[in-house]
């Protein structure tokens, strides 16, 4: 798997300042027992199988201690990787690399975890028409970097936020008054975002389709009222509407709702339920 085209995200370079604030504090002092002038070389290697990500925020980590370390990778971001394959080479001052071990795996670890259960879902619904999107369920502060990663993985991009897509939920609908006025609100609001209704009944499925929106989520929906909740949109004429499963979806059951007929299936699993992925880096 291979997601050359993937734009990074903004902020890296905050994100990583950040997160090397929190682990140095005041400064490293176990690096500081190694001379100031050696100079050292490195390998890191991958334990399992996985999808690499999180090359950008490793390479950060390490312009921001010292611009003399140098990363050369032999794979991009959202290359399927094997056991023991050598991931990149650090040449550099010993003590940058030293300091910046920990952080720059952390990033490693946690965004090519990302990629990789993406990837598990995406192959789970190869050869159907639904997409694999992620969800709002991220670790603070990596929204962004995790959106990169499900990109790298193979699954698409939900709302990265509050600001650009409208999700009318059951309590939303209660406070203005039910679904044609929420959908009605939300189209004035903001007439070229997506606009979104939440459904948990095939009666709710009816009422959504009739207003004018882009998309009905279909919560915790069985696999049977998913196939006819397909139905009575397949049924109607004029503007197609997409449907979007959601909810209760697992890596046993999520082919079966993708054969529904859904178009799309949103999954926090990706970006919430995260194995790290076993990186090391050793010094040669």
């Known amino acids: 798997m291979v997601q050359h085209s993937q734009s990074l995200p903004p902020g890296i370079g ?166 044609e006025p929420a959908a009605h609100a939300a189209r004035r609001q903001a007439p070229e975002a997506l606009i979104e209704i939440e459904a948990e009944t095939l009666a709710q499925v009816r009422e959504a389709l009739a207003t004018d929106i882009d998309r009905v989520l279909l919560d915790n929906f069985s696999i049977e009222s998913l196939r006819a909740a397909v139905a009575i949109r397949d049924a109607l004429d004029g503007r197609r509407i997409d449907l979007e499963a959601s909810g209760g979806i697992d890596i046993g059951n999520i082919r079966a709702i993708a054969d529904t007929g859904v178009d799309f299936i949103s999954i926090g699993a990706t970006t919430k339920n995260v194995t790290a992925i076993d990186f090391s880096m050793r010094f040669l």
């Open 14 to 179: 905050d994100t990583v300042t950040r997160a090397l604030e929190e682990d140095q504090g005041g400064g490293d002092l176990t690096a500081g027992l190694i001379a100031e002038d050696a100079m050292a070389k490195a390998q890191v290697t991958v334990g399992m199988d996985a999808v690499l990500c999180g090359r950008a925020w490793f390479n950060e980590v390490f312009r921001q201690l010292d611009k003399r370390v140098i990363v050369n990778w032999n794979y991009a971001d959202g290359v399927s990787l094997s056991p023991e394959k050598i991931i990149c080479d650090i040449n550099g001052p010993a003590r940058p690399i030293l300091t910046g071990e920990r952080t720059a795996l952390n990033f490693l670890q946690t965004l090519s975890g990302t990629a990789t259960t993406t990837g598990y879902y995406v192959a789970a619904i190869a050869g159907t028409a639904a997409q694999l999107l992620d969800t709002r369920k991220t670790i603070p502060g990596l929204r962004l970097a995790q959106k990169y990663a499900v990109r790298c993985g193979g699954g698409e991009n939900h709302r990265m936020g509050l600001y650009d897509a409208v999700l009318i939920k059951e309590n939303h609908i209660a406070a203005a008054g039910g679904v």
